[in-house]
């Protein structure tokens, strides 16, 4: 009797903190983005190498938020390890659209200010260029409920064209 006590006590405990709250109006088109992802291979452009890894999206701040929790692991082109890192990217509305502040384990930080939404499809999040900085465009593109496109791309300081950094294919988790 002490164990299924304890069992329910926990239960209870748990049961409001795994429940995810509806996301706000802003953010609702995103709602695809929501949940656990596994990379197959994707192609890292400027080595030539692949990277693997899992992102992980929840939604936080009572639905005014996401967070996106990563860690991938590169591969060289020669198929030993080259290292890996981890990264995060909080998701918010502000000033009438969303923006998006990106940080990894290399120390890199973009500040995404502009989404363009085609609700429950995709999202394409761009970071301005400057004479002395470059840009940078995140896309996710939902190609099946359980495969979603990643795009990862790059102005040059000063602007131009943007190029491929990093591409692939996440796979939603079971």
């Not at 085609?118 to 970071?127: D, E, K």
């Amino acid at each position: 009797m002490k164990a299924l006590a304890t069992f329910a006590f926990a239960a209870l405990l748990a049961g409001p903190a795994l429940a995810q709250p509806a996301l706000k109006a802003p953010l609702a088109g995103l709602g695809f983005l929501v949940g656990d992802w596994n990379s197959g291979e994707g192609k890292v452009a400027d080595t030539g190498g692949t990277s693997r890894g899992f992102s992980h999206v929840t939604v936080e701040a009572d639905g005014w938020s996401l967070l996106r929790r990563d860690r991938n692991e590169i591969i060289g082109p020669d198929g030993k390890p080259a290292g890996g890192f981890s990264q995060m990217m909080l998701i918010y509305p502000e000033a009438g659209t969303l923006h998006a502040d990106y940080s990894d384990g290399e120390g890199h930080i973009i500040h995404y200010d502009n989404a363009e939404i085609v609700p429950g499809r995709s999202v394409i999040f761009t970071s301005p260029a400057s004479p002395a900085a470059p840009g940078f465009r995140l896309t996710y593109t939902l190609k099946s409920p359980r495969d979603l496109g990643v795009d990862f791309s790059m102005l040059p300081p000063g602007g131009g064209a943007f190029h491929p950094i990093a591409t692939g294919t996440l796979h939603r988790a079971p």
